[in-house]
């Protein structure tokens, strides 16, 4: 008896102790503290759990003398990112900085971000200055600025990747390949590639030709040549007359590469469980089962997928860039709508953008303990470290502010790289809608609809297994039923009233 | 009972332990499927897929694990310590709300039990829980976060636990205690909870596992690595794999990844799985018995 009652008296104490303890800790931590340095939250997406407590204490080290800016670092899983952010705004906890991964427009939305005009022009000049007119206009809405597009190579266009060893072996002619400038072109090539796939399949049946690289597709398929997706693909702007907003599943050009996946699938060139793999191309790739895939790539990409996966690849552009809104604005950084820190907010991010020594922290870790300096001016593991031990190993250069700046991972790779990336951003072709975001909100009941009806037939059609002489039909039916009519409507309106405004 | 069955009841007897048998091939084959899958060599797993009886097997699953080991072996101790703690806590105030409310000479019994019946078909959502539990009691990231919410007392077990003391202890017990000059307190302790042991252990069981399975209040509540524990663990990584497999922008932006591969997924679960496999046999008996006897009558 005495046991229990102790037991349950030290544990009433021990818990309000705790509560009272967490009381008092948490009160000081956020806002400015006696010697001038203001304290932000910086909430970031992390592809891997990493301690960032580390990272947090460097990056201050750096910032605090500098702009008198304190950073806590939030890093959140990013599958639990935008409901976690969401739980911080709501719960009016202190959020300043937040990146995000392809969650602009429904922050847009949901007013979740600051309009950061005025901060920008005095705080963040230089990273105004080094982002650009033309990809700041992708975050922009009404004459807003709402976030900072990360700067990375944008000029991202469909790419072949075919193992080396089998263009070598069967002498495949790749370097027919050409960069489309047309669709015609573009089908050329996937004639090309058709009878590469038959010489493959013939030396090789028990290689997949080709597999899904991710999202259970086949990448060339849901990517029209030079059309504007418009942020969801339902209701695009076709390269024929990019002034209607039109249903790219009714067109000729989607029959046409739907056709190319279904006439592979027959040949018995598609991995069999093409719609339901959770794998991506480079796991099948290392394992000796694909021969090839496609992917939206940039260049750099050919190396980032051999030191992946430790195969000697080729990786051929077959399409020409064109950038739209959603490639610029699909990740990057806003400030909350609940900051109450926007100046030092805006002091941090103008750093994110401008110093080499905050972006390589973020990038690749500490160095001396996460990276070192290679004699080629490329980075790499420092000696005892590998893939497999690396404390951070985020590899998230793509993200975080300004890649440019930053070091190139991997010794012995091409240092001009960042460069040319630069130079595609400014020499591709651009969305005549770039810069128009639109705002679903009104129509998010049909989107819901429209999505659920697209998960059931996308997949088998892009990946070849529907036969698109009888499915597209009953895939537009649905669509029409599910209400995309009402979306287009809705997208065209806006996309009418942004042009009248241009 | 006979040894003689008629006929027909040996055919029943047999149709039913078929039907049974299956059933429990059912809800073995997939665990025999994960444990197998942890010790497939990647290749055959990528090549051919899981299989019951994989052809080349591969401990690199477990080695890779056991290399980052401190990691782990953190998260079980986390998952451990909410565990004990939160299990030994729920069994002290769970019966001490139960057991008032199965005395019928207890006043204000009605309203009490009302309350304890909306909160199992109501709650306020997540968004609420969440201001609550950090704006209030300011538990993010702290270990109470993975031991207060939600999980500590739950409406269920207290209905269950009532139903026991109503109907295991006779009033008569509780009279003749206090004739013999023993008050409340006492009763509690050296009486009724010596003669509950059943539903003792079967609501420690529930809460246990809750406890162990648990990986939503680390998903809020909890974003410093260290307190994470092992379902939050495995749940992210498993989530993260997810989420990089199917976003174009970032394959788009030149970033690829190194995935923990299938093999990896699969020995963290069985990890994850382990202790209560090993454990839950010992508890059945209790289990049974205190499920049966409380929950007869409402």
Same mark, same amino acid.
Not at chain 1, 32 to 58: N, Q
Not at chain 1, 183 to 207: G, S, V
Not at chain 1, 472 to 494: C, R, V
């Given at each position: 008896?005495?046991?229990?009652?102790?037991?349950?008296?030290?544990?009433?104490?021990?818990?309000?102790?705790?509560?009272?303890?967490?009381?008092?800790?948490?009160?000081?931590?956020?806002?400015?503290?006696?010697?001038?340095?203001?304290?932000?939250?910086?909430?970031?997406?992390?592809?891997?759990?990493?301690?960032?407590?580390?990272?947090?204490?460097?990056?201050?080290?750096?910032?605090?003398?500098?702009?008198?800016?304190?950073?806590?670092?939030?890093?959140?899983?990013?599958?639990?990112?935008?409901?976690?952010?969401?739980?911080?705004?709501?719960?009016?906890?202190?959020?300043?900085?937040?990146?995000?991964?392809?969650?602009?427009?429904?922050?847009?939305?949901?007013?979740?971000?600051?309009?950061?005009?005025?901060?920008?022009?005095?705080?963040?000049?230089?990273?105004?200055?080094?982002?650009?007119?033309?990809?700041?206009?992708?975050?922009?809405?009404?004459?807003?600025?709402?976030?900072?597009?990360?700067?990375?190579?944008?000029?991202?266009?469909?790419?072949?990747?075919?193992?080396?060893?089998?263009?070598?072996?069967?002498?495949?002619?790749?370097?027919?390949?050409?960069?489309?400038?047309?669709?015609?072109?573009?089908?050329?090539?996937?004639?090309?590639?058709?009878?590469?796939?038959?010489?493959?399949?013939?030396?090789?049946?028990?290689?997949?030709?080709? %597999?899904?690289?991710?999202?259970?597709?086949?990448?060339?398929?849901?990517?029209?040549?030079?059309?504007?997706?418009?942020?969801?693909?339902?209701?695009?702007?076709?390269?024929?007359?990019?002034?209607? %907003?039109?249903?790219?599943?009714?067109?000729?050009?989607?029959?046409?590469?739907?056709?190319?996946?279904?006439?592979?699938?027959?040949?018995?060139?598609?991995?069999?469980?093409?719609?339901?793999?959770?794998? =991506?191309?480079?796991?099948?790739?290392?394992?000796?089962?694909?021969?090839?895939?496609?992917?939206?790539?940039?260049?750099?990409?050919?190396?980032?997928?051999?030191?992946?996966?430790?195969?000697?690849?080729?990786?051929?552009?077959?399409?020409?860039?064109?950038? =739209?809104?959603?490639?610029?604005?699909?990740?990057?950084?806003?400030?909350?709508?609940?900051?109450?820190?926007?100046?030092?907010?805006?002091?941090?991010?103008?750093?994110?953008?401008?110093?080499?020594?905050?972006?390589?922290?973020?990038?690749?870790?500490?160095?001396?303990?996460?990276?070192?300096?290679?004699?080629? @001016?490329?980075?790499?593991?420092?000696?005892?470290?590998?893939?497999?031990?690396?404390?951070?190993?985020?590899?998230?250069?793509?993200?975080?502010?300004?890649?440019?700046?930053?070091?190139?991972?991997?010794?012995?790779?091409?240092?001009?790289?960042?460069?040319?990336?630069?130079?595609?951003?400014?020499?591709?072709?651009?969305?005549?809608?770039?810069?128009?975001?639109?705002?679903?909100?009104?129509?998010?009941?049909?989107?819901?609809?429209?999505?659920?009806? @697209?998960?059931?037939?996308?997949?088998?059609?892009?990946?070849?297994?529907?036969?698109?002489?009888?499915?597209?039909?009953?895939?537009?039916?649905?669509?029409?039923?599910?209400?995309?009519?009402?979306?287009?409507?809705?997208?065209?309106?806006?996309?009418?009233?942004?042009?009248?405004?241009? | 009972?006979?040894?003689?069955?008629?006929?027909?009841?040996?055919?029943?007897?047999?149709?039913?332990?078929?039907?049974? +048998?299956? +059933?429990?091939?059912?809800?073995?084959?997939?665990?025999?499927? +994960?444990?197998?899958?942890?010790?497939?060599? *990647?290749?055959?797993?990528?090549?051919?897929?899981?299989?019951?009886?994989?052809?080349?097997?591969?401990?690199?699953?477990?080695?890779?694990?056991?290399?980052?080991?401190?990691?782990?072996?953190?998260?079980?101790?986390?998952?451990?310590?909410?565990?004990?703690?939160?299990?030994?806590?729920?069994?002290?105030?769970?019966?001490?709300?139960?057991?008032?409310?199965?005395?019928?000479?207890?006043?204000?019994?009605?309203?009490?039990?009302?309350?304890?019946?909306?909160?199992?078909?109501?709650?306020?959502?997540?968004?609420?829980?969440?201001?609550?539990?950090?704006?209030?009691?300011?538990?993010?990231?702290?270990?109470?976060?993975?031991?207060?919410?939600?999980?500590?007392?739950?409406?269920?077990?207290?209905?269950?636990?009532?139903?026991?003391?109503?109907?295991?202890?006779?009033? *008569?017990?509780?009279?003749?205690?206090?004739?013999?000059?023993?008050?409340?307190?006492?009763?509690?302790?050296?009486?009724?909870?010596?003669?509950?042991?059943?539903?003792?252990?079967?609501?420690?069981?529930?809460?246990?596992?809750?406890?162990?399975?648990?990986?939503?209040?680390?998903?809020?509540?909890?974003?410093?690595? *260290?307190?994470?524990?092992?379902?939050?663990?495995?749940?992210?990584?498993?989530?993260?794999?997810?989420?990089?497999?199917?976003?174009?922008?970032?394959?788009?932006?030149?970033?690829?990844? *190194?995935?923990?591969?299938?093999?990896?997924?699969?020995?963290?679960?069985?990890?994850?799985?382990?202790?209560?496999?090993?454990?839950?046999?010992?508890?059945?008996?209790?289990?049974?018995?205190?499920?049966?006897?409380?929950?007869?009558?409402?």
């Amino acid at each position: 008896m005495k046991k229990s009652r102790v037991l349950a008296a030290l544990l009433t104490a021990s818990m309000s102790v705790t509560l009272l303890a967490g009381c008092g800790g948490n009160s000081g931590e956020s806002g400015e503290s006696s010697d001038g340095v203001e304290s932000i939250v910086f909430a970031t997406p992390l592809v891997k759990t990493v301690d960032m407590e580390r990272i947090e204490k460097a990056l201050n080290e750096i910032l605090e003398p500098k702009i008198n800016v304190h950073v806590d670092i939030e890093g959140i899983s990013m599958a639990n990112y935008n409901n976690q952010i969401g739980l911080m705004q709501s719960g009016g906890e202190q959020l300043d900085v937040m990146g995000y991964i392809g969650t602009y427009s429904s922050w847009l939305s949901k007013n979740q971000m600051l309009a950061m005009n005025e901060y920008l022009d005095e705080y963040g000049a230089d990273a105004k200055e080094v982002i650009g007119e033309e990809f700041l206009k992708s975050t922009t809405k009404d004459g807003s600025v709402y976030a900072l597009p990360s700067l990375n190579g944008k000029a991202a266009s469909m790419t072949i990747v075919i193992r080396q060893d089998l263009i070598d072996e069967l002498s495949l002619p790749v370097d027919q390949l050409k960069q489309a400038s047309s669709f015609e072109e573009y089908c050329e090539n996937l004639d090309l590639i058709t009878e590469m796939y038959a010489q493959i399949h013939e030396a090789h049946p028990e290689l997949a030709c080709i %597999v899904p690289y991710s999202s259970n597709t086949l990448m060339f398929t849901d990517t029209m040549p030079f059309a504007d997706r418009m942020n969801d693909d339902y209701g695009v702007l076709m390269p024929d007359d990019y002034e209607t %907003v039109a249903n790219v599943y009714e067109t000729e050009e989607f029959e046409t590469l739907v056709g190319y996946a279904y006439d592979w699938n027959q040949n018995g060139y598609v991995l069999e469980d093409a719609t339901t793999t959770q794998e =991506t191309g480079n796991t099948y790739l290392m394992n000796g089962r694909a021969a090839s895939f496609f992917i939206k790539g940039e260049e750099g990409q050919e190396e980032q997928i051999e030191t992946a996966t430790g195969v000697d690849v080729s990786a051929i552009k077959i399409l020409d860039p064109f950038i =739209t809104t959603t490639d610029v604005n699909s990740m990057g950084f806003a400030i909350s709508a609940t900051s109450e820190h926007p100046e030092a907010a805006m002091k941090f991010l103008n750093e994110m953008y401008t110093n080499p020594d905050v972006v390589n922290l973020l990038d690749w870790g500490i160095e001396g303990e996460d990276y070192q300096v290679m004699g080629d @001016g490329t980075v790499d593991f420092p000696e005892g470290v590998d893939a497999q031990t690396t404390q951070y190993g985020l590899n998230m250069d793509y993200f975080f502010g300004n890649q440019f700046i930053a070091y190139i991972w991997g010794e012995g790779r091409d240092t001009t790289l960042m460069q040319r990336l630069e130079e595609n951003n400014k020499t591709a072709q651009f969305s005549p809608a770039m810069g128009f975001s639109y705002d679903n909100s009104s129509v998010s009941n049909e989107i819901a609809a429209v999505s659920n009806v @697209g998960a059931e037939y996308l997949p088998g059609l892009r990946c070849g297994t529907l036969n698109p002489d009888t499915e597209i039909d009953k895939f537009n039916e649905a669509l029409y039923s599910a209400g995309l009519q009402n979306i287009i409507d809705e997208k065209q309106s806006q996309y009418d009233e942004w042009r009248a405004e241009q | 009972m006979s040894n003689v069955l008629g006929r027909g009841e040996k055919i029943f007897q047999v149709i039913i332990h078929i039907i049974l +048998l299956l +059933l429990a091939v059912c809800a073995i084959a997939p665990i025999w499927i +994960l444990v197998t899958g942890s010790i497939t060599s *990647e290749q055959e797993l990528i090549l051919d897929g899981y299989s019951f009886f994989p052809k080349s097997l591969s401990l690199d699953a477990y080695i890779y694990l056991f290399r980052k080991a401190s990691d782990i072996l953190r998260a079980y101790g986390i998952t451990l310590f909410i565990t004990i703690v939160g299990t030994a806590g729920s069994l002290i105030i769970t019966p001490m709300l139960a057991y008032p409310l199965s005395r019928k000479d207890f006043s204000g019994k009605t309203v009490i039990a009302f309350l304890v019946f909306f909160t199992m078909l109501f709650n306020g959502g997540i968004v609420p829980s969440y201001i609550m539990w950090t704006q209030i009691f300011h538990l993010k990231n702290t270990i109470w976060s993975l031991i207060l919410p939600s999980l500590l007392m739950n409406g269920f077990n207290v209905i269950l636990m009532k139903n026991y003391f109503a109907q295991n202890i006779p009033v *008569e017990i509780i009279e003749a205690c206090k004739i013999d000059g023993a008050g409340e307190f006492r009763i509690f302790f050296k009486m009724i909870l010596p003669l509950s042991l059943p539903i003792m252990a079967t609501v420690g069981l529930f809460v246990g596992i809750a406890y162990w399975n648990d990986w939503t209040n680390g998903l809020y509540y909890v974003t410093d690595t *260290e307190l994470f524990s092992l379902q939050n663990l495995l749940n992210r990584i498993l989530q993260d794999v997810q989420f990089l497999s199917s976003s174009s922008e970032i394959s788009a932006a030149g970033g690829s990844m *190194e995935m923990p591969s299938v093999g990896i997924r699969m020995a963290i679960s069985v990890v994850g799985i382990l202790p209560i496999m090993v454990l839950y046999p010992f508890f059945q008996k209790y289990f049974v018995k205190g499920i049966a006897i409380g929950a007869v009558k409402g």
